[in-house]
């Protein structure tokens, strides 16, 4: 049985740091490209960050470049998601994605709220 979930989320203050985690289980996580979205209110889901099956790559979002960190752990079947200076515009669903060949998938969501 596949399992993803999320969890981290929370409200913070611009400037503020959080941490996101992303546990899986049921599938062969050092297979799988990782990848963490996010959905705010009203707006299509965007792309934040991917890394690869062995973590030496990353990528961007333009938009958190600089300020987000994607790692992973293949030991512990988890992906991270560090965010550093966070702004209002960062509000949003933060899903975690795991992609091989034909298997996508998605966890169920953790709120990020940036707000003072």
């Known amino acids: 049985q596949v399992q993803v979930v999320e969890s981290g989320g929370g409200l913070v203050q611009p400037g503020g740091s959080l941490r996101l985690s992303c546990a899986t289980s049921g599938f062969t996580f050092s297979s799988y490209v990782m990848r963490w979205y996010r959905q705010a209110p009203g707006k299509e889901r965007e792309l934040v960050a991917t890394i690869s099956t062995n973590g030496r790559t990353t990528n961007y979002a333009d938009s958190v470049k600089g300020r987000f960190t994607i790692s992973r752990d293949n030991a512990k079947n988890t992906v991270y998601l560090q965010m550093n200076s966070l702004k209002p515009d960062d509000t949003a669903v933060y899903y975690c994605?795991?992609?091989?060949?034909?298997?996508?998938?998605w966890g169920q969501g953790t709120q990020v709220t940036v707000s003072s």
């Open positions: 994605n795991a992609l091989w060949w034909k298997y996508d998938y």
